[in-house]
């Protein structure tokens, strides 16, 4: 062994800035997230040059994953032009020289903050979702060392009694976002807080979905092709906003998650809230040629 | 003028050997490609000073030391590379624990794929059911995976031959027809 074998040449930056030892521990990581759907994997979670809070966790895995062929897109609420999401975006692209996209249908990375994009996934692609609390049985119990052992016990009888409770109180669930789900039978995980519409879309899905908390620390994922089952009782069935029958007033499309606007005489107008879907139908709508994607619902409705 | 972050080739090895590791363990059953053969790309993507390995072949225990890993009985590694299974093997591996089920080891090892014993894998990742011929193993393998491991409990296999890749993970049962 010669000091030459244990050096490397010199590098100006780390590609996609994360080092050496900081990708690996997260592949590590990663490898035991996806071997136990759903269960909170503790990993380090470098500093990276972001407030934690913003998305630092998926950004970490996105650029654990990121190679120069890799076309990422990343959307924040379901938009590709927030503040967020553009930054995300560039950051990615500057430190690991990868193409980026809007459209759903070319990308092969997709960042996301609290959406999952209503045209339907590919079985090549990945989601990483960013988590900002990736404990369901917070609400329940604070203790993470508590929740911890309820976790490995399966104990979620709390999480039911939490339902039961909003359902004597209000006439309905009240959960709005991050609707506590049962991942293979077996750990009940938040699917980060995208909004009751979208739970349906991670069961049984054809895409890998990475679910990581950089402030937390918690890394999970969601592998193709297991059971996600929204915590419901059986006569009490699931329910998904009512936006159905709601019409974006921008590109006309209609039955997706839309944004409500409120407008100055009380009333309010919707917007498509996956904006890179509305930018492509009212593309179309202009008379352009758009490759529009299969969309997970139909007509507003989850097809079973 | 603004330079191109490009990766180096060490990187873009690492790279697309993980790549290759996730899917196989996304996808159990589906064979992946991975960018070149043998086990020790394998070191290179996953192991550092963090680790403790369990490397019987000599050239690759040495590879692992270099990374800064400890060298260590099956039982206390948390990563195990092996050319060839031996029968004990599912019961020496660490498993992990109801409370920290990433304790799991991963097993790293050489197999033959498309002569040998057929298996039907079912679990998260398949969709619906999947065959698989997997050869190299010992006779009763499957079973004594069986055994040794209580879900969520349990260890990751990443089965190699030559530069193709089959992922089986705990979460998925195999059933030897």
Redesign the interface.
């Known amino acids: ?1 010669t000091l030459q ?2 050096t ?2 010199w ?3 780390s ?2 800035f994360l080092d ?2 900081a ?3 997260i ?6 997230a ?4 759903g ?1 909170q ?2 990993y380090a979670s470098r500093e990276v040059p972001m407030a934690r809070g913003w998305g630092t966790g998926g950004l970490q895995v996105s650029l ?5 062929a890799m076309r990422v897109k990343v959307i924040d609420q379901g938009a590709d032009d927030s503040v967020n999401a553009a930054s995300i975006r560039r950051f990615i692209a ?4 990868t193409p980026t996209t809007m459209d759903t249908l070319e990308a092969d990375l997709i960042q996301s903050r609290h959406r999952i994009p209503e045209e339907v996934l590919r ?1 090549d692609q990945v989601l990483v979702l960013q988590v900002p609390n990736p404990e369901p049985l917070r609400p329940v119990q604070p203790n993470m060392s508590i929740a ?2 309820m976790h ?2 399966a104990d979620y009888g709390r999480m039911w009694l939490q339902l039961y409770e909003q359902i004597v109180r209000s006439g309905r669930v009240m959960q709005g976002a991050s609707y506590p789900s049962l991942v ?1 039978g ?2 009940v995980m938040t699917p980060s807080p995208i909004p009751r519409w979208d739970v349906p879309k991670l069961h049984m899905a054809k895409h ?1 979905t990475i679910l990581s908390a950089g402030r937390e620390k918690r890394i999970f ?1 969601v ?5 996600v089952e929204p915590l419901v009782f059986s006569d009490v069935p699931y329910k998904v906003e009512d936006h159905a029958g709601l019409t974006c007033h921008r590109s006309g499309t209609r039955g997706f998650f839309m944004n409500e606007i409120p407008q100055d005489d009380g009333s309010s107008v919707f917007e498509v809230s996956d904006s890179e879907w509305g930018v492509k139908a009212i593309r179309r709508r202009d008379g352009e040629e758009v490759a529009l994607g299969e969309t997970w619902y139909k007509n507003g409705k989850m097809p079973s | 003028m ?7 080739d ?3 090895r ?3 050997t ?2 290759a ?3 196989a ?3 159990p059953g589906v064979m992946r490609d991975l960018p070149q053969a043998g086990l020790a790309q394998v070191v290179e ?7 403790a390995v369990h490397c019987p072949d000599e050239a690759l225990a040495m590879l692992a030391r ?1 990374t800064g890993a400890e060298l260590v009985a099956p039982e206390a590694a ?1 990563h195990v590379f092996a050319e060839t299974v031996t029968p004990e093997m599912p019961d020496r591996l660490a498993c992990g ?3 920290h ?2 304790d ?1 080891a ?1 097993l790293v090892a050489g197999a033959v794929f498309g002569a040998g014993q057929r298996v039907c894998l079912t ?5 619906g059911e999947v065959i698989v011929i997997i050869g190299g193993l010992p006779g009763d393998f499957w079973q004594r995976r069986a055994r040794a491991m209580r ?2 409990m ?1 260890f ?1 296999m990443l089965l190699v031959d030559g530069a193709r890749l089959i992922g089986v ?3 998925t049962v195999v059933e030897v027809l």
């Open positions: 062994m074998t244990l490397k040449p590098e100006p930056m590609y996609g050496g030892s990708k690996r521990e592949r590590r990581k990663m490898i035991k996806i071997a136990v759907p269960c994997m503790p654990t994953l990121v190679n120069p500057r430190v690991a020289g079985e911890r052992q490995a016990d293979h077996r750990h890998l994922a592998p193709p092709f297991t059971r | 603004r330079l191109q972050p490009v990766p180096s060490f990187e873009a690492c790279n697309a993980f790549d590791v996730m899917w363990l996304a996808r993507a996953l192991i550092d000073r963090e680790c270099r948390d624990s109801d409370l089920p990433e799991g991963t679990g998260p990742g398949v969709d879900y969520p349990g990751e993970p705990r979460s």
